[in-house]
């Protein structure tokens, strides 16, 4: 629904002025997620897309101390009609989390809560979220479109057999005080790699911490 806009966005993030930056960027968001992924791994799509999602989204351009999304609202405002102004600064203001599925998808509307800060959405979604059940984990990412939330094109689903474990390290993190939610985040992604790759290893201990 706001693929247009977002792909104006990405060509101005990954301009060639900023080739180098994405490059490093890159190496920043495989390292801490659980290294690269190549064109046999089931999840290498999404993957590629949360890289993206995260460049654009969440992080700063070290020379402007701002995000793409937020650099680009403030370059390109000038240019943009008002009208779509409110569009693009919903890009500035999205929220990736760890969700829990509250009610089944109905009437093209989801119920999730956002389990780090135990924040509940709505959420539109015309897509079929294909075996997802009722309190099933994964992680998305929010974007604020036209008044609603919507969910970004990556989804990274955790096994539902360490939902304890992830829900008790979460608590075990808020109690000390040492909740970082993106490191959390990248955290389980590297589990979820690893539990793609190695199916032969309990998925408890791939996600015991």
């Keep these: 629904m706001y693929?247009?806009?977002?792909?104006?966005?990405?060509a101005y993030a990954t301009s060639d002025a900023h080739k180098e930056d994405?490059?490093?960027?890159?190496?920043?968001f495989f390292g801490a997620t659980g290294g690269e992924v190549f064109e046999d791994?089931?999840?290498?799509?999404?993957r590629l897309a949360?890289?993206?999602?995260?460049?654009?989204?969440?992080?700063?351009?070290?020379?402007?101390?701002?995000?793409?999304?937020?650099a680009f609202l403030l370059d390109e405002g000038p240019r943009i009609h008002p009208t779509e102004l409110p569009l693009y600064r919903g890009f500035t203001e999205t929220i990736r989390g760890l969700f829990e599925l509250r009610k089944a998808p109905k009437n093209d509307r989801v119920r999730v809560r956002e389990l780090c800060s135990?924040?509940?959405?709505?959420?539109?979604?015309?897509?079929?979220?294909?075996?997802?059940?009722k309190g099933d984990l994964f992680e998305a990412r929010l974007v604020p479109w036209k008044g609603d939330l919507l969910f970004s094109q990556p989804f990274c689903y955790?096994?539902?057999?360490?939902?304890k474990l992830v829900q008790g390290e979460l608590r075990r993190r808020k109690k000390a005080g040492a909740l970082d939610r993106?490191?959390?985040?990248?955290?389980?992604l590297a589990r979820a790699l690893k539990y793609e790759r190695y199916r032969n290893v309990a998925v408890e201990a791939i996600y015991r911490f």
């Excluded at 949360?50 to 937020?70: G, H, L």
């Excluded at 135990?118 to 059940?133: A, I």
Aim: net charge negative.
């Design 3 to 10: 693929h247009q806009e977002l792909e104006r966005l990405v």
């Design 22 to 28: 994405v490059a490093i960027a890159r190496k920043e």
């Design 41 to 46: 791994d089931k999840s290498v799509e999404s």
């Design 50 to 70: 949360a890289f993206v999602d995260w460049y654009v989204f969440d992080r700063p351009w070290p020379d402007r101390q701002m995000t793409p999304a937020q």
């Design 118 to 133: 135990d924040k509940e959405f709505d959420v539109f979604e015309r897509r079929q979220l294909s075996g997802l059940e």
């Design 158 to 163: 955790h096994p539902r057999a360490i939902k």
């Design 182 to 188: 993106s490191a959390f985040l990248d955290e389980l």
